[in-house]
């Protein structure tokens, strides 16, 4: 998987990584005095995966799944075990029956021989459940590596929102004291002076916001890795370029080969493993036993040879491959619908991953610059006292919901991006 972030320095509480001293960027000095003690570790997108797919105890589950299947393929082919049994008859009775004096006493031993290659297709249908497994295994794989991406952008983003109510928090605080010293000479009224604090107030919430959210969305990460504690993690990239946008021609050769279409292919073969186990059980097997039988009464002994082969298999059978006929044709039309859904929903992410990236254009080149233009001008005449204060807030607050919207915008765009590479995903992309 790709993304536009490309690197993140994590700090954490306990790690066996050495420590590094770590490239600075706007926000280093306020995580370096953060609540938790801090060493540096530089983790990039893959490196973060890696982790994720190394330690995640899910992978572990659906790993132990896989061995139990193949124990269970190993089990089914065996072959039916011998018997040994015993039988003692007429004993206990009246008469001449009293006591053991006409016992017949009989050992013997049985075998059961499975007919119609019933075995191998046991042996068939179990290779095919561990095939399945295996593919879940995958499957997961690529879903805790597009877990963590959307966890990699929702830090990278939360890192711009913080940094974005850092500024606004000077901001505030600097027209703050530029009023004060105007109230001062007298050349603003003192109303204006509370406007401007209720603005600082309200950038501080808006700070104490961010850094919540910023926290919540390491922890997250985070957590993907096993932490058990906040862990304060700083991303290095540049969340603010954009990847191209993929050709949906392109993504649509690779639905065929995508996890999900597999999955309904090797269903398929599962199914096709049961039928021909169903097809075998058409064949009876034969129940075979010889033993030893002791005859008390004449005190002599004899071979004793038993053969049981049961009927109405052939009409079992033809019932059972039927039933399978059935699910293997529901199986292709639930494909059918599956392959369809999946172009549609495709080309609807794309059409939502275009807009995002028109909004992020249109804010990125016209808006937000038209905003600074402005709000350049609303300082200017608020200085040379043509505007007042509520207008320069007013242009300071419009500038500061454009960036929120572009980085909105952005996010939305990395994440659907992150879907789109999912669902069009080879096995075997993720590290």
């Not at 996890?259 to 059980?281: F, K, N, Q, T």
Request: proline share 3%.
């Amino acid at each position: 998987m790709q993304a536009a972030v490309s690197c993140v320095s994590i700090y954490r509480w306990e790690t066996s990584v050495p420590s590094r001293k770590c490239r600075s960027l706007a926000l280093v000095g306020w995580l370096s005095v953060a609540v938790y003690p801090a060493i540096a570790a530089e983790v990039d997108l893959d490196s973060a995966i890696r982790q994720t797919l190394a330690q995640h105890p899910a992978l572990l589950a659906e790993g132990l799944a896989v061995a139990a299947l193949e124990r269970q393929a190993e089990l089914e082919g065996l072959p039916p075990p011998l018997t040994f049994g015993a039988d003692l008859e007429n004993f206990g009775g009246t008469g001449s029956l009293s006591g053991i004096r006409s016992a017949e006493a009989t050992l013997r031993m049985g075998q059961v021989y499975e007919l119609g290659g019933k075995r191998a297709a046991r042996q068939a249908l179990g290779l095919a459940d561990v095939d399945r497994q295996l593919h879940a295994v995958q499957q997961r794989r690529l879903d805790l590596a597009t877990e963590t991406t959307r966890r990699y952008i929702a830090v990278a983003g939360a890192q711009h929102e913080l940094a974005l109510a850092l500024q606004q928090t000077a901001l505030a605080l600097e027209t703050e004291a530029a009023v004060r010293q105007r109230v001062e000479r007298g050349v603003a009224a003192e109303a204006d002076q509370s406007l401007a604090q209720i603005a600082v107030v309200r950038a501080e919430l808006a700070q104490e916001h961010a850094e919540h959210q910023l926290a919540s969305a390491q922890f997250a990460l985070a957590a993907l890795w096993g932490a058990t504690r906040p862990i304060a993690i700083e991303v290095f990239g540049d969340f603010l370029t954009l990847p191209e946008m993929p050709d949906f021609e392109v993504l649509t050769d690779r639905l065929s080969t995508a996890p999900e279409a597999v999955a309904y292919i090797l269903e398929g073969e599962r199914l096709m493993a049961d039928r021909a186990v169903a097809s075998a059980s058409a064949h009876p097997d034969i129940s075979v036993s010889l033993g030893v039988r002791r005859l008390e009464a004449v005190n002599d002994q004899a071979m004793v040879f038993s053969v049981a082969v049961p009927f109405g298999s052939k009409a079992r059978s033809n019932l059972a491959v039927a039933r399978n006929d059935a699910q293997s044709s529901a199986l292709d039309a639930r494909q059918q619908a599956a392959n369809l859904e999946a172009r549609q929903l495709l080309f609807a992410r794309l059409q939502q991953l275009g807009h995002a990236h028109t909004e992020f254009a249109a804010l990125s080149e016209r808006m937000i610059p038209a905003a600074e233009r402005g709000l350049a001008l609303t300082q200017t005449g608020y200085d040379n006292a043509r505007y007042s204060i509520l207008q320069l807030t007013q242009a300071q607050a419009v500038l500061l919901q454009l960036q929120h919207e572009r980085l909105s915008a952005a996010a939305r765009y990395h994440l659907l991006l992150a879907e789109i590479e999912r669902s069009t995903a080879v096995l075997g992309d993720t590290p």
